[in-house]
């Protein structure tokens, strides 16, 4: 483990995938984390293996889906766990249907989940980052928040919706201190493939990996005050997307 940063993190999705990668990789660099997902059990052991890095890691359970109570639990999660210096919005879904075939409610789970969630945890946040004129916000984005792919529709609107808020939230605020990054990685070999909300079938043997898109947040992340990289496109070398 490197020297600890003294900084604190919260990421969200943190029991599998990118987001668990994520929290290994702070922890291992020194970073403190809070841990948000849904499943607690799942969580627990998350932070039970950041913490043998020596850093401080709680488990906080939090269904994102609850959109009317995640700008408050968020908040009462940073209250609980300390200053919060690093916001990662990494929570999400995958779907895949034709825009025709996307029944209504399907599509406002999709915007909820990928969208409104994230505004949700950044507001939650966004007062003590703005009181301390620091922080930085990176938002899991997607190659499909930078072009649209047949099957995926209400997938790309939420990414591209998510896209735009992470540019308006960085005009918004660089005067005050906070930078904002969106990371869009192409496909990573991660659960999202298993669930029953995405059919699709690729070679997962030729994706990105959770923990090589771990490290690109963990050094965007690390950057100097003085500078942020607001954009940043993360794809596999073999050439899939």
């Known amino acids: 483990m490197s020297a600890s940063t003294d900084k604190r993190a919260l990421i ?7 987001g668990k990668a994520t929290a290994l990789a702070f922890a291992n ?27 401080e890691a709680k488990p906080y359970a939090l269904d994102l889906a609850e959109i009317d109570q995640v700008k408050d639990k968020i908040g009462a999660i940073a209250a ?18 034709t825009l025709r075939d996307t029944p209504l409610s399907d599509w406002q789970r999709v915007i909820d989940l990928n969208l409104t ?3 949700q945890c950044i507001l939650g ?14 938002n899991v984005v997607s190659i499909a928040g930078q072009q649209v792919f047949p099957g995926w529709g209400a997938y790309c609107v939420s990414k591209f919706g998510l896209m735009a808020l992470s540019k308006t939230l960085a005009a918004e605020e660089r005067e005050r201190g906070i930078r904002v990054t969106a990371i869009c990685p192409g ?3 991660t659960p999202i493939w298993d669930t029953d909300t995405v059919k699709a079938d690729f070679d997962r043997s030729a994706m990105l990996t959770p923990e090589i898109v ?9 950057l100097p005050e003085q500078a942020v990289i607001e954009e940043l496109t993360l794809l596999a070398s073999a050439g899939i997307l």
């Open 117 to 119: 969630s994230v505004l």
């Open 214 to 222: 771990a490290q690109s947040i963990l050094q965007t992340a690390l």
């Open 29 to 55: 660099a020194g970073i403190n984390v809070a841990l948000v997902s849904r499943t607690y059990e799942k969580l627990a052991a998350v932070a039970e293996q950041a913490r043998a890095s020596g850093v």
């Open 187 to 189: 496909s990573v070999n």
């Open 80 to 97: 609980d766990f300390g200053p919060i210096d690093i916001l990662v919005n990494n929570a999400g879904i995958g779907y895949t249907a």
């Open 12 to 18: 969200t999705g943190a029991s599998s995938g990118i």
């Open 125 to 138: 946040i966004l007062p003590m980052m703005r009181d301390r004129r620091s922080g930085i916000i990176i």
